[in-house]
């Protein structure tokens, strides 16, 4: 079975200073795709990055970085200069690419519990 | 209007009521999801959709019934709800189809449902 592990419950830093959240995750698929969304306050779940198996390239995308290592199962989510507008909570997600009877992609994702990140000013 | 939109934003009723949500995709996908999110549990897969075939009941009970008239619209009706099922309830889409690679999934804003 797949599972996500985010051990950090809540985080507070103050505004400018770096943070990184981490993500762990459990799958026996060769292939998978792991994901980062946002949900602020407002609820809707923001996409952030998508990043297959096979693919170990760290990404950066302005101030955020993830760092997907197979070899210890982590793909950890930085932010460098936080701003007060990154408070959040923080979802990792692994995905399972199933298929049903009808042969339909059927995409499964397996979310973490999340991280809040609460950036002080 | 873009995205994924649902509606209502907020809801709260009693539990011999029936009501219904509503999810719209802007994106031309193929595939309609919903879940849902409580205090302190991690988001639980309860419905898919693909090319409007359910593809995916993940052990949902039936006083929640979903509807999908085509690839861009989603329901979830509601009926004779419990006080647990206060949650909120969070609709995404994907490509889907039957490609082999995962598909982002794009969530919608939610629906805050309170059941007195």
């Known amino acids: 079975a797949q599972k996500v592990t985010q051990a950090q419950t809540e985080i507070s830093v103050v505004e400018k200073e770096d943070v990184t959240l981490d993500c762990v995750y459990e799958?026996?698929?060769?292939?998978?795709?792991l994901f980062w969304y946002k949900q602020p306050p407002s609820g809707e779940l923001v996409f952030l990055i998508r990043?297959?198996?096979?693919?170990?390239q760290n990404e950066i995308s302005g101030r955020y970085s993830w760092n997907f290592q197979k070899s210890t199962s982590s793909f950890n989510f930085t932010i460098t200069a936080s701003q007060v507008v990154d408070s959040a909570v923080y979802f990792c997600?692994?995905?399972?690419?199933?298929?049903?009877?009808?042969?339909?992609?059927?995409?499964?994702?397996?979310f973490g519990t999340g991280t809040r990140l609460t950036i002080i000013p | 209007e873009t995205g994924v939109t649902q509606t209502p934003r907020h809801l709260v009723m009693g539990m011999t009521n029936k009501k219904s949500l509503k999810c719209e995709q802007h994106?031309?996908?193929?595939?309609m999801y919903w879940y849902k999110q409580s205090a302190k549990k991690p988001l639980e897969l309860m419905f898919v959709?693909?090319?409007?075939?359910?593809?995916e009941n993940n052990s949902v009970p039936s006083r929640f019934s979903p509807e999908c008239p085509n690839s861009s619209h989603l329901f979830l009706h509601l009926h004779t709800l419990q006080p647990e099922d206060s949650a909120l309830y969070l609709c995404?889409?994907?490509?889907?189809?039957?490609?082999?690679?995962?598909?982002?999934?794009?969530f919608g804003p939610g629906t805050r449902l309170t059941v007195l």
């Open positions: 995404a889409s994907s490509q889907g189809g039957t490609g082999k690679t995962a598909d982002t999934q794009y």
């Open positions: 799958t026996r698929d060769t292939t998978y795709y």
């Open positions: 990043r297959n198996s096979f693919d170990e």
């Open positions: 997600a692994l995905s399972e690419r199933g298929l049903s009877i009808s042969n339909f992609g059927n995409e499964k994702l397996t």
């Open positions: 994106l031309g996908h193929n595939a």
């Open positions: 959709y693909n090319f409007k075939e359910q593809t």
